[in-house]
């Protein structure tokens, strides 16, 4: 029937972005966009120009009385400590400052300038204390105490503080027996890594606007990743009752894991409060979104691991600490997901990990694309590239030797499902052209391969759920409201797929709602952990499966049928049985007349869904076994060619490809590009990026010493390749891919800069000065 | 802590209708007043506080100061207030002044180009400017309007320290003059940086070169390096090498080796010392060797 | 702090306005005539997200006073589509992908349209110099350079 054959999959077609026409015409509304009128007033807040030390006063009565100033707030005024896993801070800082940059006061005024004065009048004195610079001394028992009260925050059970020190969550694996495997070792590679600390650098800095009205209710408009978990944890530190806390959350202009959780957003909630009326806006200046937000901690990890004769890995130790920083609320978490991944995506029987988050007096660590997976990859596989090299076996060999397959048990003892990653190290090597020797551009130029494995699996509380709502219209489209937010990976795009899809209506009809409105919204958990095709996926195809449910019944009463003769393909109701077709538009609002005037059958049709994963299991805090640590992994590989200039040192990557294994592509496009993007994130983090800290103060914040790629800076020529092994419990197979192309970069250039010039450096960024000085060093340059 | 401000403070815009009055407010004011031209120094300086000037005098489109103009006998001249990108794109000065060309396309980024002047990056006399290499071995010189009138300032004794220079406060410099550079000539500027474009300079260097039957090398060699002493750095001792000896490998290295002892960098976030004194070496020989290849086909 | 009354030409409209002499073109676009297509990224002539034509040629808006605007003409991404006519950039960039977030696309659009103008058919090494003073953090650039490419037919 002509309908019917006309309907098309739209799983897998790489449809146009939703959102695309509004941004390249300037329409699309950021948080800064919003208009908010003459009220609007403009929040500076006073920071600690201090690392570490006692506050033993704060006088803001003279910035109280500059004319154009409406109100000054301190921490005196909000007592509740707030965080996501860990509640270990305050909103600003009441008796101590952790680092520099830390809230300590706030300022409202009638213009940007005036509030700027403002802070200038606040008088701040402190009592310096002795800091914490690094993560390794925090974690030993002289170095001083940040947070004396860990023992008194809240946190859930998956987290493990250590009161008493400076440990605010140590996670351990115990699997096998690594001291008996080590004599039966062939070779053994013992290194320790260090990764800077690095910052997400989203195009739009942060901003948030909030308003309280004087019956209570809060309205926050924010450039978030987080829409429900900020109205969750700020209604909770500043006492709003929860549903009268409301998050709008409109168009992001970049987050990668910073505008996750709450930063600086609780801070303008918290001024509002105090002034009832007037709109309140912060927008971070981008030196402040440097050093004063979230930034990816810093890591130092130390290496055991060894094979035997064949190249079969036998053990790891695997010590990591990670620099937390002042606050460890996020945090806490990383360090759990480093731990639970410590292997990588390697099949080893003796494990043994200690993974470690150290208070610091440094920014504060956050979630960051890859959660701990990038970190941890530059350390695990720079140490098998290391260990392959040692036991004599090609790099490709070796990896494929020991990569994970679907059955295998995990370091966690959890059984991994089916992975593609073994296609991913082909795909790779494949378009590398691995094993051949690429002819350098000129004298002085040396050219070289590398390769790396990623896998990363969601990582968030194990209940973390989506919701979603699917809205028939009456001219036959559909609106999709969802809870998780459009940050550019183009989740609004792959939404209305699945519904359109899943509903059999064309996708050109299908609408997803925005801004996100906790008042209007769905529930969703957050925009983070490349979780949302997946789970909020489920959440939409549920909705949509209930509003096609709906339609069905409603149908099927009229035409006096069995819903299961019945269909919707294209926007058509159809019969298999009777061939009747019927629009859906004539359906899903207004019902069915029944037959001579006798009544009418069915009305508006809104079908809802939600998802949460129900089997996730603890893990023993000594041992860290259990089931199943985590939902699932998506896995992969990235290789790079690069040429080494031998007189500068600079790098230049010539090439860069990527292959993972995404489940189902349900947008091949969207892939691609997140590959893409991800891919030149690593890459970027790799050859410049690094937040240069001395005594806790950070010497770049700011576009002209924090360098990020540029258009010039990136390889001419990036591949991607999309691998495909279903998820069992995925739309229509699929699982995420957000974070992962970030994740192998770094390992891979390392091990690319070895193959060309024969040296390791191993610890990032590898600017051309570092790569220079290491040749000077090894004898190869002057 | 650097903490700018979100955005800039509050100043006060000064448009003069003269040359005269614009130094005079200058002279009046000094030490809180400050002329301007594309402003792309001058506003970040004030946005993070480092400057706390009141007031801002525009200086372009004052005499003089609009026009860019060649001319074969008395050779480019440049009105302080044209953007870089006027410049570039002149053919003449992609004909006779390419090594200048050459230098501003490595300047911060197209956009920006079309803001910055030549004359600023001069008078805001970093030592990382990325034309006044240029400048210096094109022989420039400034053209300042000051209390005491017009007077000319060659490049070569002009900087005095980082951000200093020979201008009090009233003075205004209106435009550079590049006189024609010799038949023959060739030049290169190399800058070593963070990222291929855009960034400041670790170390750059800037060199010119031209045939000269009375040197006994047969050539003229002038040498100017940027980012790696308190003022751009001219190098006598090694031009004077390449002026005596047989231009040959060893000749260049040497050369090379003379400029890296000659400058006296420091260490800051964009690079140590110790791999500026190296660039300064690799680079000034790369500089050397691509120059002299060019000379030699040439001849 | 004084005000000054200017008037210049934004995207084909005669505007007046009255700026105190701190604002920038910047500013004045978004917080005076509400052309918030233009963004802020950095406010220090870094990022390229504030880009906008004056006079023909790309600047960094957040690097122009207002007051210095007096007469001008200015284009910012909202001048770009004619009676609702996406330029061909326009259609191009959403062809090849080159939009994530879209936070730096206003400013890339802005590049590589006076790129364009000025030079109909650039080399790839010509697009990705004249769009290097635009940072982009989603979409790795490649597609963007492919979406120039194809406006200019070099692809
Ligand atoms: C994002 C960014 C990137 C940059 N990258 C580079 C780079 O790669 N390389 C580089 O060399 N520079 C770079 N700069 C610095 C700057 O752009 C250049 O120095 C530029 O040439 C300055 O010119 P201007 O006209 O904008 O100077 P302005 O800011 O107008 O003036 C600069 C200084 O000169 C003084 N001055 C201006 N006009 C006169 C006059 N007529 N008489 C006397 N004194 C005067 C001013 O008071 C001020 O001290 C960068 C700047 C930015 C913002
Ligand atoms: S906002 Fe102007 S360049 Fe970044
Ligand atoms: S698309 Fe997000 S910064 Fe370019």
Redesign the interface.
């Known amino acids: 029937m002509a309908v019917a054959e006309k309907q098309q999959t739209v799983i897998g077609a790489s449809v146009p972005r939703l959102d695309v026409r509004e941004k390249v015409t300037g329409a699309a509304v950021y948080a800064d966009d919003i208009q908010f009128g003459p009220g609007l007033l403009h929040c500076r807040v006073k920071r600690s120009p201090i690392p570490h030390g006692i506050i033993k006063r704060i006088d803001t009565s003279k910035a109280e009385k500059l004319p154009g100033v409406k109100v000054v707030v301190t921490g005196a005024d909000f007592p509740d400590r707030i965080g996501l896993y860990l509640k270990d801070r305050h909103i600003f800082a009441r008796d101590r400052v952790r680092f520099i940059g830390e809230p300590v006061a706030a300022v409202a005024a009638v213009t940007e300038e005036i509030a700027e004065k403002a802070l200038e009048l606040i008088e701040v004195e402190y009592e310096e204390l002795p800091g914490v610079f690094d993560p390794v001394y925090g974690a030993s028992p002289e170095a001083p105490l940040l947070h004396p009260e860990l023992g008194t925050y809240e946190y859930p059970n998956f987290i493990f503080p250590k009161p008493g020190t400076n440990i605010a969550n140590h996670f351990k694996i115990r699997k096998g027996d690594t001291e008996a495997a080590w004599p039966q070792c062939a070779a053994i590679v013992e290194h320790t890594f260090r990764i800077p600390h690095v910052q997400h650098v989203p195009i739009e800095p942060h901003v948030a606007v909030a308003k309280a009205e004087e019956n209570g209710q809060v309205t926050l408009w924010a450039s978030t990743q987080s829409p429900f978990a900020q109205r969750a944890l700020i209604a909770k530190a500043l006492h709003i009752p929860e549903s009268k806390l409301r998050v709008i959350a409109p168009f992001v202009g970049g987050g990668f894991g910073c505008k996750a959780g709450v930063t600086m957003e609780a801070i303008p909630v918290a001024v509002a409060l105090k002034l009832p009326g007037y709109p309140i806006k912060l927008r971070l200046t981008r030196e402040e979104e440097f050093y004063t937000n979230f930034v990816r901690q810093g890591l130092v990890i130390k290496i055991k691991v060894g094979c035997d004769k064949d190249g079969n890995l036998l053990a790891l130790e695997n010590t990591m600490y990670w620099d937390g920083g002042a606050y460890t609320e996020y945090g806490v978490n990383v360090t759990r997901a480093g731990g639970y991944s410590s292997t990588g995506p390697y099949d080893i029987p003796n494990v043994k990990t200690d993974s470690m988050c150290v208070y610091t007096n440094h920014p504060v660590g956050g979630a960051y694309r890859g959660f701990g997976m990038a970190e941890l990859h530059t350390g695990i596989d720079q140490a098998m590239d290391m260990l392959a090299e040692k036991i004599g076996m090609d790099r490709v060999e070796f990896f494929k030797k020991n990569c994970i397959r679907g059955g295998d048990v995990l370091a966690t003892g959890m059984v991994i499902h089916d992975v593609g990653i073994e296609d991913c190290i082909d795909a790779v090597a494949r378009d590398l052209n691995w094993g051949v020797k690429e002819k350098p551009s000129g004298p002085n130029k040396v050219r070289g391969k590398g390769i790396a494995l990623a896998w990363k699996a969601p990582a968030m509380p194990p209940n973390a759920g989506s919701s979603a709502i699917v809205k028939l219209n009456a001219d036959g489209t559909v609106d999709v409201s969802v809870g998780g937010q459009e940050i550019g990976q183009g989740t609004f795009t792959v939404m209305a797929q699945i519904a359109a899809e899943t509903l059999g209506v064309p996708y050109e009809n299908v609408r997803v709602t925005g801004p996100i409105d906790t008042r209007y919204s769905p529930y969703e958990w957050q925009t983070v952990a490349s979780r949302l095709t997946w789970s909020m996926g489920n959440a939409v195809r549920n909705a949509a499966l209930d509003a096609r449910q709906k339609v069905l019944n409603v149908v099927a009463e009229a035409w006096q049928q069995d819903p299961k003769e019945l269909d919707i393909k294209n926007g058509y109701v159809i019969s298999y049985r009777t061939e009747d077709t019927m629009p859906l538009k004539d359906v899903v609002v207004y019902g069915i007349p029944k037959p001579n005037d006798q009544g009418w059958i069915g009305g508006p049709i809104v079908g809802t869904g939600s998802f949460m994963p129900t089997y996730v299991t603890g893990l023993d805090p000594e041992t860290g076994q259990g089931d199943r640590a985590v939902v699932h992994y998506t896995t992969g590989a990235q290789g790079v060619d690069l040429e080494v200039d031998l007189e500068t040192g600079q790098i230049t990557i010539l090439k860069a490809v990527s292959a993972f294994d995404v489940g189902k592509a349900i947008n091949p496009e969207l892939v691609k590009q997140q590959m893409e993007g991800g891919m030149v994130q690593g890459l970027s983090s790799a050859l410049f990026e690094e937040c240069k800290l001395e005594k806790g103060v950070m010497r770049n914040p700011s576009f002209v010493d924090y360098r990020i790629a540029t258009a010039i800076d990136v390889p001419p020529i990036m591949d991607t390749f999309i691998i495909e092994h279903a998820q069992d419990d995925g739309p229509f197979g699929a699982r995420g891919i957000g974070e992962h192309p970030l994740v192998p970069s770094i390992a891979a250039v390392a091990s690319a800069l070895h193959d060309a010039l024969g040296i390791r450096i191993t610890n990032p960024p590898f600017s051309a000065e570092k790569v220079y000085l290491a040749l000077v060093e090894a004898g190869l340059a002057k | 802590m650097q903490n700018p401000h979100p955005g800039l403070p509050e100043i006060e815009y000064i448009k003069p209708a003269s040359l005269e009055e614009a130094s005079k407010f200058l002279a009046a004011h000094a030490g809180e007043a400050r002329p301007f031209l594309g402003g792309t120094d001058t506003f970040v300086r004030l946005r993070d506080g480092a400057w706390k000037d009141k007031y801002l005098v525009d200086v372009k489109g004052l005499d003089g100061t609009a026009q860019v103009s060649f001319d074969p006998e008395k050779g480019l001249t440049i009105g302080a207030g044209v953007a870089m990108n006027r410049v570039e794109a002149m053919p003449e000065v992609r004909e006779h002044y390419p090594l200048l060309a050459e230098a501003i396309r490595t300047v911060a980024s197209y956009q920006l180009r079309n803001r910055a002047t030549i004359v600023g990056n001069i008078c805001n006399a970093s030592p990382a400017g990325d034309t006044i290499g240029a400048c210096m071995l094109y022989g420039g010189v400034l053209k300042v309007f000051g209390a005491d009138g017009v007077r000319e300032e060659p490049l070569d004794t002009f900087f005095k320290g980082p951000g200093k220079t020979n201008l009090k406060p009233g003075d205004i410099a209106l435009s550079l003059t590049l006189p024609l550079p010799p038949r023959g000539h060739v030049g290169r500027y190399i800058k070593v940086a963070r990222n291929k474009l855009g960034d400041l300079a670790i170390v750059g260097v800037s060199v010119l070169a031209y045939p000269d039957a009375t040197l006994a090398s047969g050539y003229r060699f002038l040498i100017a390096l940027a980012s790696v002493a308190p003022v751009p750095l001219r190098v006598p001792a090694a031009e004077k090498v390449l002026a005596e000896k047989t231009i040959d490998e060893a000749t260049i290295a040497e050369a090379a080796q003379i400029a890296m002892d000659s400058c006296s960098p420091i260490d800051d976030v964009r690079g140590s010392a110790q791999y500026r004194k190296l660039m300064v070496r690799n680079m000034t020989r790369r500089a050397l060797t691509e120059v002299w290849q060019k000379l030699t086909q040439a001849a | 702090?004084?005000y000054?009354r200017i008037t210049l030409t934004v995207n084909g409209v005669m505007e007046l306005v009255d700026v105190p002499?701190?604002?920038?073109l910047l500013?004045m676009l978004?917080e005076k005539l509400?052309?918030?297509?233009?963004?802020?990224?950095?406010?220090?002539?870094?990022?390229?997200?504030c880009?906008v034509m004056?006079n023909g040629?790309?600047?960094?808006s957040?690097?122009?006073?207002a007051?210095?605007c007096d007469g001008a003409d200015v284009v910012?991404?909202?001048g770009?589509?004619k009676n609702g006519q996406?330029d061909p950039l326009?259609e191009a960039?959403?062809?090849t992908?080159g939009?994530?977030?879209?936070?730096?696309?206003?400013g890339i659009?802005i590049?590589s349209r006076?790129?364009l103008n000025r030079k109909p058919k650039p080399t790839?090494?010509e697009?990705?110099?004249?769009?290097?003073?635009?940072?982009?953090?989603?979409?790795?650039?490649?597609?963007?350079?492919e979406a120039v490419k194809k406006v200019a037919g070099t692809e």
């Open positions: 702090m004084g000054h002499s701190n604002m920038t500013q978004r509400g052309l918030t297509g233009t963004k802020n990224g950095c406010a220090s002539g870094e990022c390229g997200a880009t004056l040629e790309p600047v960094n957040c690097m122009v006073l007051v210095e910012t991404v909202e770009l589509a996406l326009q960039i959403i062809e992908g939009v994530q977030c879209g936070f730096c696309t206003p659009l590049s006076a790129l790839e090494f697009i990705r110099e004249a769009i290097s003073g635009n940072l982009c953090r989603c979409t790795g650039y490649n597609r963007i350079v």
